[in-house]
C-alpha cells in the first residue's frame, strides 16, 4: 500500500513538474504564441508565480517560456513605437492614379518596390489618423513583416 502511495505521489510529481517546465501561458493559450510585448495577463503570471513558490527552478522556466513565447501577454495589448510625427504624408489624386501609379509613388518616396496585385496585399482606405494608427496596431499583430505601407 506505503510502495504504491510513493509510486504514485512520484507520478503526480513528475507530471506537474512537466507541465510547469512547458509555461502556464504556452499550454492555456497557444494562439498568443509570437506576441512581442503588451500588458501581462495576471492570470497566467500568477499561475507562473505558483510554480516558483513550490518549485523554483520549474516555476522560473515557465516564466521563461511564457516571455520567450509571448503567451504571457494579453492579447491586443501590444505597444508600438510608431510615432506620428516619423510618419510621411504623401499625396496625390487617387482618381486619375491607377496602381501602377500608386507603385511607382511608394518606390519614388520609400526605396522600396510593392506590387498591388499580390494575393498578400491588402489596401485599406482610411479616413483619418485615427484610423491609420488602428489599422496600424490591428496589422502589426498579424504579421511578421517590418515593410508596411500605407496609403492615404
Keep these: 500500500m506505503i510502495k504504491t502511495l510513493f509510486n504514485v505521489s512520484r507520478v503526480l510529481i513528475c507530471a506537474v513538474l512537466v507541465v510547469q517546465l512547458t509555461g502556464c501561458g504556452t499550454i492555456m493559450y497557444p494562439e ?4 512581442k510585448s503588451g500588458k501581462i495577463d495576471a492570470g497566467i503570471a500568477v499561475l507562473d508565480g505558483v510554480g516558483l513558490l513550490f518549485f523554483l527552478i520549474p516555476g522560473i522556466i515557465a516564466f521563461a517560456v511564457d516571455f520567450n513565447n509571448g ?3 494579453l492579447p ?3 505597444r508600438s513605437s510608431l510615432d506620428l510625427k516619423t510618419i510621411k504624408q504623401i499625396s496625390f489624386d487617387a ?3 491607377d496602381k501602377a501609379g500608386v507603385e511607382k509613388i511608394i518606390k519614388e518616396q520609400t526605396g522600396h518596390a510593392v506590387k498591388l496585385d499580390q494575393s498578400d496585399m491588402r489596401i485599406t482606405q482610411l479616413k483619418s489618423t485615427d484610423d491609420m494608427m488602428a489599422q496600424f496596431a490591428q496589422t502589426l499583430s ?3 513583416d517590418d515593410r508596411i505601407v500605407f496609403v492615404r
Excluded: A, D, L, N
Design 32 to 35: 498568443r504564441k509570437g506576441q
Design 71 to 73: 503567451t504571457i501577454y
Design 95 to 97: 482618381r486619375h492614379t
Design 76 to 78: 491586443g495589448t501590444s
Design 142 to 144: 498579424e504579421v511578421q
